[in-house]
């Protein structure tokens, strides 16, 4: 079963607008990554925001993280055509490095 | 190399046929994951190897699937008598291990007809 979920599934905004995705867990985590995909191949690492952090940035991108909710957010700020693609979020868990993704949120952006 | 290396990336076989997978990770990386991705779907874990400790084979769906890997290089994963329903995205990553993000590579597309 997924451990994690992303909201929405799928997310249409215009060009230079700001994309939010949410992601909710079901377990405790050691730390919580975010993925882009593009054409349903390779998948390309964002962002690790780990248990004990709260926010984090990466260029466009941020990131925040609510432990108590078990639910974290990716934010992508002024968006670009380039952007569209499909994001994950996944979570390790337990001992090991295994991540466990969730459904995914398709994003597009439109000129 | 300077990437994951997967191969081949598409491959078309006949139900009831064994195929075998490759991926060549990154250099160093001590930790290989395979996942697999049906049509529109998320990735589903299959296996993980971690330095040489015994892999992590809790995601495999049937005794059809295995996979090996030497050391801390090239990995195979083996399909046995394939089914439609194992046509997917085969994806592998590798990464230095606890704590780290992974690299992919670009996957083989298995069509099993």
């Known amino acids: 079963s997924q451990q994690g979920e992303e909201d929405p599934q799928a997310l249409s905004i215009q060009e230079g607008e700001n994309a939010t995705m949410n992601c909710s867990y079901k377990?405790?985590?050691?730390?919580l990554q975010w993925y882009r995909q593009n054409s349903g191949r390779g998948l390309v690492h964002l962002i690790l925001?780990?248990?004990?952090?709260r926010e984090k940035h990466s260029g466009r991108l941020r990131v925040t993280l609510d432990t108590s909710k078990k639910s974290s957010s990716l934010l992508i700020t002024a968006s670009r055509a380039a952007d569209t693609a499909s994001y994950f979020c996944?979570?390790?868990?337990?001992?090991?490095?295994?991540?466990?993704f969730g459904t995914g949120t398709q994003l597009k952006v439109e000129l | 190399g300077a990437g994951v290396s997967q191969s081949p990336s598409n491959k078309v076989t006949e139900k009831g046929k064994d195929v075998e997978l490759r991926c060549d990770p990154i250099?160093?990386?001590?930790?290989l994951y395979w996942y697999r991705q049906r049509l529109g779907q998320g990735l589903e874990f299959l296996i993980y190897?971690?330095?040489?400790?015994?892999?992590?084979k809790s995601g495999l769906p049937s005794d059809r699937f295995s996979a090996e890997r030497t050391g801390e290089s090239v990995s195979t994963l083996t399909i046995q008598r394939t089914q439609q329903e194992d046509s997917a995205v085969y994806l592998c990553?590798?990464?230095?291990?606890?704590?780290?993000?992974?690299?992919f590579g670009s996957g083989t597309r298995l069509t099993v007809v």
């Open positions: 377990t405790s985590i050691n730390n």
């Open positions: 990553a590798s990464s230095y291990g606890q704590g780290e993000g992974y690299t």
């Open positions: 925001i780990r248990s004990n952090e």
């Open positions: 190897f971690q330095g040489n400790s015994a892999p992590d």
């Open positions: 996944a979570q390790s868990v337990g001992g090991g490095n295994k991540l466990t």
């Open positions: 250099s160093g990386h001590t930790a």
